[in-house]
């Protein structure tokens, strides 16, 4: 069994896998070591692991999961990967991007895929049908827009998303909530929209915490996938494996 590491910028997710099925996952806002443990106790089949993060790892975390297991993998951009990247400074890929891509991959094995991850930051990557990983676009997110307007003017205030807003604004707060939504709304499709243009067989796979809010709102039809990232470090992890 495998063990899934991905320490994000403010939470942790964790996942064990039995080759490719998913057997369990949770989200945690810090690891500890005891929790490690606990994690042993439970799955004491786990005997490989790897390790991503958006920082350097916690080093006793690294360290516990080197000795607890037979086979450790710290994931950085010079670790072997089962597709081709073709990001002119792939030391400045995150890793998790470049793990959505692959998960995509595994997920739907020879098709033009389009991974949309929106969270913190909006990112769309794309990756040809032969496994090649082109490169993608990044800009704020949900939160980041609102508190951006918020931050960087004088007068306007910080507010959040909601289910039910107008199209066009008539309160300030209205005109900002609708600017904003309908703005990453227009911005989604009309990416999609764009990158399928030379391949309309293009699947777009949508994940991040905000993946259900816009998966609604789009005119596309798109395939949300959650645990897209977890996917892509286990096949990472099982493709060096088979590698040795």
Known sequence: MNLVVDIGNSRTKLAIFSKKELVDSLTIDKLTISRLEEIKKTYPDIDRTILSSVSSANPQVAGYLKSEYSYFLELNYQTPVP????????????????????????????????????????????????????????????????????????????????EEYPVIGQTTEEAIRAGVINGMVFEIDGTISLFSENRPDLQPVLTGGDALFFERRLKNAI?????????????????????Q
Do not use: M, W
């Open 83 to 162: 597709i081709k990247n073709q990001y002119k400074t792939p030391y400045t890929l995150g890793l998790d991007r470049l793990a959505a891509a692959i998960g995509a991959c595994e997920l739907f094995p020879g098709k033009d895929l389009l991974v949309i991850d929106a969270g913190t930051a909006i990112t769309f990557d794309l990756i040809e049908n032969n496994g090649t990983f082109k490169g993608g676009n990044i800009s704020p997110g949900l939160r980041s827009r609102f508190r951006a307007l918020h931050e960087f003017t004088k007068n306007l205030p910080l507010i959040g998303e909601a």
């Open 223 to 243: 395939f949300v996938k959650f645990e897209i990232t977890l996917i892509g470090l286990n096949r990472i992890l099982e493709y060096n494996v088979e590698k």
